[in-house]
T-cell receptor, first 114, second 114 residues
Framework: DSGVTQTPKHLITATGQRVTLRCSPRSGDLSVYWYQQSLDQGLHFLIHYYNGEERAKGNILERFSAQQFPDLHSELNLSSLELGDSALYFC???FGQGAGYGYTFGSGTRLTVV | GESVGLHLPTLSVQEGDNSIINCAYSNSASDYFIWYKQESGKGPQFIIDIRSNMDKRQGQRVTVLLNKTVKHLSLQIAATQPGDSAVYFCAENELSGSARQLTFGSGTQLTVLP
């Protein structure tokens, strides 16, 4: 157990729908990062929050949004879902900002859009 | 943006042999590099890291080499074991916006043969 908790583990939904993925960071960590892992196996950076504030954005679609709450958990919202959004979504946490403080990944949420 | 890439998508080695996984990066401003191991159904797991002011770093059975001249990283696994079978990613700590986050390569599937 890495200490980073992601729920749900699996999610199946239809095109056009909206889903929310949840991430609880490791105790004491202030940063949360979201990544998407598609069939090409690459991990693509989506967004980074630090202590409730957005710090950086990757190639995140406008249909996707995220936030980090005062208790530091984060949610990734995916709307108007398309078949191509099917992927594994990982969050990672770290104490500071950037990998120099150590990244710890959760086990991911597998999203299937049908 | 600039990307991190891997030379080979798959690598098969005999149990007990040494494994070498290579990675090329293109962002000369990256200051920190990490190798992750991802087993099926799990999130990426930290293996070893190296800062840009170092050429070599050793861990337990693993060694990372950094050649900044040619922007090349390698991961060496000594006495490869069946439990080493996984996808291995290199990642660079890249500046984006006001913070750094990890940019991942596409991964190498390591298969350990009995």
């Amino acid at each position: 157990d890495s200490g980073v908790t992601q729920t749900p583990k699996h999610l199946i939904t239809a095109t056009g729908q909206r889903v929310t993925l949840r991430c609880s960071p490791r105790s004491g960590d202030l940063s949360v990062y979201w990544y998407q892992q598609s069939l090409d196996q690459g991990l693509h950076f989506l967004i980074h929050y630090y202590n409730g504030e957005e710090r950086a954005k990757g190639n995140i679609l406008e249909r996707f949004s995220a936030q980090q709450f005062p208790d530091l958990h984060s949610e990734l919202n995916l709307s108007s879902l398309e078949l191509g959004d099917s992927a594994l979504y990982f969050c990672a946490s770290s104490f500071g900002q950037g990998a120099g403080y150590g990244y710890t990944f959760g086990s991911g949420t597998r999203l299937t859009v049908v | 943006g600039e990307s991190v890439g891997l030379h080979l998508p798959t690598l098969s080695v005999q149990e007990g042999d040494n494994s070498i996984i290579n990675c090329a990066y293109s962002n000369s401003a990256s200051d920190y590099f990490i190798w992750y191991k991802q087993e099926s159904g799990k999130g990426p797991q930290f293996i070893i890291d190296i800062r840009s002011n170092m050429d070599k770093r050793q861990g337990q059975r693993v060694t990372v080499l950094l050649n900044k001249t040619v922007k090349h990283l390698s991961l060496q696994i000594a006495a490869t074991q069946p439990g080493d079978s996984a996808v291995y990613f290199c990642a660079e700590n890249e500046l984006s916006g006001s913070a750094r986050q990890l940019t991942f390569g596409s991964g190498t599937q390591l298969t350990v043969l009995p």
